[in-house]
T-cell receptor
């Protein structure tokens, strides 16, 4: 089955700095790469996603890049703010595309 | 606005009991999923369903079963609860999985098995 590895598991940055989270996957047929944010005590929510026909996508301070050849994709958060503190999960589809496999999560702490 | 609800936020059961966790979505989504979330392990897929009465095993189906008799409702069943099934259980739904779609999550059920 699909294997998704996510690094780092924890990340601390100063407010205003950038944060980068990286994921690798194994299934070359994967074509959908979402990122979810889970605040403490809340449910995961989609913050950005990218499909395999696109190499990069931006939404204000958040961007995702995809390298299909190397089978990795990354989340970039610029000008971090305390409210960015949360656990972030990467994911990708596989096995007939309805199934989604999640990474193990990155706990981001933004220090004011 | 998609709404996914779960029957309980907190549940305490004893070893060997049969446990039902229910999930309801109100946006006519085709796909529904059950995950468990454990620290350091992320979200692991237990079962998913892409249509009424259809089910597919996820990555960790052992000890669980599911039922989807109606499109809006997806139930997770622990036939004989064990302490290693103590976890946070999250239900999710998506419109149509072909090619991948945003998943909308419920609030979660924290299950403790004593």
């Amino acid at each position: 089955g699909e294997n998704v590895e996510q690094h780092p598991s924890t990340l601390s940055v100063q407010e205003g700095d950038s944060a980068v989270i990286k994921c690798t996957y194994s299934d070359s047929a994967s074509n959908y790469f979402p990122w979810y944010k889970q605040e403490l005590g809340k449910r995961p929510q989609l913050i950005i996603d990218i499909r395999s026909n696109v190499g990069e996508k931006k939404d204000q301070r958040i961007a995702v890049t995809l390298n299909k050849t190397a089978k990795h994709f990354s989340l970039h958060i610029t000008e971090t703010q305390p409210e960015d503190s949360a656990v972030y999960f990467c994911a990708t589809n596989s096995g007939g595309y309805q199934k989604v496999t999640f990474g193990t999560g990155t706990k981001l702490q933004v220090i004011p | 606005d998609v709404k996914v609800t779960q029957s309980s936020r907190y549940l305490v059961k004893r070893t060997g009991e049969k446990v039902f966790l229910e999930c309801v979505q109100d946006m006519d989504h085709e796909n529904m999923f059950w995950y468990r979330q454990d620290p350091g392990l992320g979200l692991r897929l237990i079962y998913f369903s892409y249509d009424v009465k259809m089910k597919e095993k996820g990555d960790i189906p052992e000890g669980y079963s599911v039922s989807r008799e109606k499109k809006e409702r997806f139930s997770l069943i622990l036939e004989s609860a064990s302490t290693n099934q103590t976890s946070m259980y999250l239900c999710a739904s998506s419109l149509n999985g072909g090619g991948g779609d945003e998943q909308f999550f419920g609030p979660g059920t924290r299950l403790t098995v004593l």
